[in-house]
């Protein structure tokens, strides 16, 4: 299975963007690209995925880097709510539709 | 509105005995999934259905099993041959269509957090 690398965690201040980085150079031509995000004691929430195109929604933008072995996720102004752990995962369009969860990036968001 | 409920949300074990968690959805979600976390790491997949009266092991299915009777409902049992079952455990489905899963998400609940007494 295609394995993400993120880093342990990162820190953020208030209303400023966050650029959250993955690295999966070995991603398949069918693996897309989902981001989501654990809080505290919560079960993880789905953020965004993208293929190849760069993709926007009400939560967050993800870009995909050309060549697809890296991919960030921005948040465009961080509040203290987006204090998370940020999940990167690929899922292919063909092969059953396990997720495999590493340890994820710890964001915390300073007031 | 949909969505995926487990309960209990707390679960005290005692040495030796078996416990059921429940994650019942509805959603009409196909496949659906159970997930362990351990303190700060991430999550590791104990078993998974992709349609009803069947399911397969995922990564640490030891010590655990699971039933698919009906489209809205996976029950894990953790038994008592599960070594160390102290964990958050969380339930989570997904849509699935013909030979292909539909790129929609994953649908997480909001767990259970087992702790042996």
């Known amino acids: 299975d295609a394995k993400t690398t993120q880093p342990n965690s990162m820190e953020s201040n208030e209303e400023e963007p966050v650029h959250l980085p993955c690295n999966h150079s070995?991603?398949?031509?069918?693996?897309?690209i989902h981001w989501y995000r654990q809080l505290p004691s919560q079960g993880p929430e789905y953020v965004i995925h993208?293929?190849?195109s760069n993709v926007n929604n009400r939560m967050a933008s993800l870009a995909i880097a050309e060549d697809r072995k890296s991919s960030t996720l921005i948040l465009h102004r961080a509040t203290l709510r987006d204090a998370a752990v940020y999940y990167c995962?690929?899922?292919?369009?063909?092969?059953?539709?396990?997720?495999?969860f590493g340890s994820g990036t710890k964001l915390n968001v300073k007031p | 509105d949909g969505g995926i409920t487990q309960s209990p949300k707390y679960l005290f074990r005692k040495e030796g005995q078996n416990v059921t968690l429940s994650c019942e959805q509805n959603?009409?979600?196909?496949?659906m999934y159970w997930y362990r976390q351990d303190p700060g790491q991430g999550l590791r997949l104990i078993y998974y259905s992709q349609i009803v009266n069947d399911f397969q092991k995922g990564d640490i299915a030891e010590g655990y099993s699971v039933s698919r009777e009906k489209k809205e409902s996976f029950p894990l049992t953790v038994t008592s041959a599960q070594k160390n079952p102290t964990a958050f455990y969380l339930c989570?489905?997904?849509?699935?269509?013909?030979?292909?899963?539909?790129?929609?998400?994953?649908?997480f609940g909001s767990g259970t957090r087992l702790t042996v007494v």
């Open positions: 995962i690929l899922r292919d369009l063909y092969n059953f539709n396990k997720f495999y």
């Open positions: 993208g293929l190849t």
């Open positions: 959603l009409n979600h196909d496949a």
């Open positions: 989570a489905s997904s849509l699935q269509s013909g030979g292909a899963p539909k790129l929609g998400g994953y649908t």
């Open positions: 070995t991603i398949s031509g069918t693996d897309y």
